[in-house]
């Protein structure tokens, strides 16, 4: 089983990017899937979650109105479609899956390697 995660660059700030985690060895559409993020010398944060179904979404408070996390369970996909970009921003992101409460939790079953975000000022 394995998520890699995608997408991640330096982008100016206000500027936008968007993330894809690819699920394989499985399939997770009856899973939670989420994004966290950590940045250096600060603990693992989590940023958004998704339901099985993509119908019910949550998000860290510093996020919310400017990044959307959306999947495609037919490609095993989830995404995080991020903008209005802000150099707190900045950290490694990556992709989990498990149930969605767990996830709210800060917990997950599966882990994918991250991605960088750079966000410059």
């Known amino acids: 089983v394995q998520l890699q995660a995608s997408g991640g660059g330096l982008v100016q700030a206000g500027g936008s990017l968007r993330l894809s985690c690819v699920a394989s060895g499985r399939s997770f559409s009856k899973s939670g899937m989420g994004w966290f993020r950590q940045a250096p010398e600060n603990e693992r944060e989590f940023v958004a979650a998704?339901?099985?179904?993509?119908?019910?979404?949550s998000y860290t408070d510093s996020v919310k109105g400017r990044f959307t996390i959306s999947r495609d369970n037919a490609k095993n996909t989830v995404y995080l479609q991020m903008n209005s970009l802000k150099p707190e921003d900045t950290a490694v992101y990556y992709c989990?899956?498990?149930?969605?409460?767990?996830?709210?939790?800060?917990?997950?079953?599966?882990w994918g390697q991250g991605t960088q975000v750079t966000v410059s000022s």
């Open positions: 989990a899956a498990g149930t969605y409460s767990s996830l709210l939790e800060g917990s997950y079953d599966y």
């Open positions: 998704i339901s099985w179904s993509g119908g019910i979404t």
